[in-house]
């Protein structure tokens, strides 16, 4: 499924894959209104304007890390991690090199991104979330 506008100029083309889910949304960088989940332009703030669930128990203030997620694809086009999202990530399970929290991942320029919420990190039912 693709939430895709055809009128994105190829150079401000933002294309998100979520994984394991496989849903991947396009926008044009710069253009989504921040609806106030985590970072403006994060992971977390993309997921929630596109309905795709990413859990995040602290409401994205990087207080937590239930959005915990993996890069897959992108990582050169991503917002470089802080003091405060390292010591969260000391706290994940399954830690990789490529872990980051979705609420302080910042798409910083166009182009492909693929992300995977690791299994054990998909709380279907929690904030009201019907099970699907």
Not at 48 to 58: I, K, M, Q, R, S
Not at 90 to 110: E, F, K, Y
Request: charged residues 25%.
């Amino acid at each position: 499924m693709s939430d895709s506008a055809s009128s994105i100029p190829q150079d401000k083309l933002v294309r998100v894959t979520f994984l394991p889910e496989g849903r991947t949304v396009e926008f044009e960088l710069g253009t989504l209104p921040y609806g106030h989940h985590g970072k403006a332009m994060s992971f977390l703030d993309v997921a929630e304007h596109f309905g795709v669930f990413l859990d995040h128990a602290c409401g994205g203030a990087c207080a937590c890390s239930t959005c915990h997620l993996w890069i897959k694809e992108g990582a050169d086009g991503l917002s470089e991690a802080d003091d405060d999202e390292l010591d969260r990530l000391d706290n994940v399970a399954d830690q990789q090199l490529n872990s980051r929290l979705g609420c302080q991942t910042v798409i910083t320029r166009p182009g492909n991104y693929v992300v995977e919420i690791p299994k054990w990190n998909r709380n279907i039912v929690s904030e009201g979330k019907p099970l699907q």
